[in-house]
């Protein structure tokens, strides 16, 4: 069973950074897309980032140009850069893999106001 740990997530003024990190427990991960979802308060889960094995990436609209997904296979890790947060970006963020196989961590709040 794939276990997935997410931390780095805050308190942010809107305007401001952060900087999430994922660590997956399986030796398979250098083989699969990876993604940031994130579900605010009401609302459904939704993908906002995808890095695929080849390192490639791909965006939400809403995302695009002020988050970068990234990853590392040698740790096992996915992390998403997060600048200008909009108070809109609050909400709990997960990685999984993409499309999402494995159970979903605890995930990490994320919280844009001033």
């Known amino acids: 069973q794939v276990q997935l740990v997410e931390s780095g997530g805050g308190l942010v003024q809107p305007g401001g950074s952060l900087r999430l990190s994922c660590a997956a427990s399986?030796?398979?991960?250098?083989?699969?897309?990876m993604g940031w979802y994130r579900q605010a308060p009401g609302q459904q889960r939704e993908l906002v980032a995808t890095?695929?094995?080849?390192?490639?990436?791909k965006y939400v609209d809403s995302v695009k140009g002020r988050f970068t997904i990234s990853r590392d296979n040698a740790k096992k890790s996915v992390y998403l850069q997060m600048n200008s947060l909009k108070p809109e970006d609050t909400a709990v963020y997960y990685c999984?893999?993409?499309?999402?196989?494995?159970?979903w961590g605890q995930g990490t709040q994320v919280t844009v106001s001033s």
């Open positions: 890095t695929r094995s080849d390192g490639t990436t």
């Open positions: 399986t030796i398979m991960f250098s083989f699969n897309a």
């Open positions: 999984n893999r993409v499309p999402q196989g494995w159970d």
